[in-house]
């Protein structure tokens, strides 16, 4: 069975511009969270969807959205890109809300110039 | 606001000794805690979960101990191998708030042949 994929790979944008990353979870997992991580941090929490509704938002700005579609994958939007909005954004799928666990694809890396 | 201390420092230790990694957290105790495995330009990786009501549990040389009054998990690997030398993360879910999994910044552990 194929993992969590995450689309594209890598990226590059200037700042002010818009970007869209995309996630396909685990067949059958219906929730999907997305991750920001800086190099030497931890992942820190964007979002996270289930069944196509938003679940739980972190202490990002509204600069930042997402969306679940029908066939559970997902996609983060992030407009008026800063330089600070260079990282690692992760995509996560699991069975479900609470206590499951995380499977991560392999990230996307956006560098902003 | 929760606040969760893995070392930042590197843990070098030699192939065949036991690695304790710890996880320190703030005020009121988790639901649960989960441990991951991070490579480099990668995905962190589940390892354990361990539940607020549970003490101990194990997986092959993997082992999590969770105690509630020093508000700290522990996390062994026995018989350490160079293939373990990774980053890392300890998560935790608490029940109010915003019902995110919150993540460390982890602790990168090198074993030496």
């Known amino acids: 069975d194929a993992g969590v994929t995450q689309s594209p790979t890598h990226l590059i944008k200037t700042r002010g511009q818009h970007v869209t990353l995309r996630c396909s979870p685990i067949s059958g997992h219906k929730s999907v969270s997305w991750y920001q991580q800086v190099l030497g941090q931890g992942p820190q929490f964007i979002f996270q969807?289930?069944?196509?509704?938003?679940?739980g938002r972190g202490n990002f700005p509204d600069r930042f959205s997402a969306r679940q579609f029908p066939n559970y994958s997902s996609e983060l939007n992030v407009n008026a890109l800063l330089l600070g909005d260079s990282a690692l954004y992760l995509c996560?799928?699991?069975?479900?809300?609470?206590?499951?666990?995380?499977?991560f694809g392999p990230g996307t890396r956006l560098t902003v110039t | 606001s929760q606040k969760i201390e893995q070392n930042s420092e590197a843990l070098n230790i030699q192939e065949g000794k036991t690695a304790t990694l710890t996880c320190n957290y703030t005020n009121y105790s988790p639901a649960y805690l989960q441990w991951y495995r991070q490579d480099p330009g990668r995905g962190p990786v589940f390892l354990l979960l361990?539940?607020?009501?549970?003490k101990e549990k194990r997986k092959e040389r993997l082992k999590v101990t969770f105690d509630t009054t020093l508000k700290q998990s522990l996390f062994h690997i026995t018989a350490s191998q160079p293939a373990d030398s990774a980053t890392y993360l300890c998560?935790?879910?608490?029940?109010?708030?915003?019902?995110?999994?919150?993540f460390g910044s982890g602790t990168r552990l090198q074993v030496q042949p």
């Open positions: 969807y289930y069944e196509k509704e938003e679940r």
């Open positions: 996560a799928s699991s069975s479900g809300t609470g206590e499951y666990e995380q499977y």
């Open positions: 998560a935790l879910l608490w029940y109010t708030g915003r019902r995110a999994l919150t």
């Open positions: 361990i539940r607020e009501n549970e």
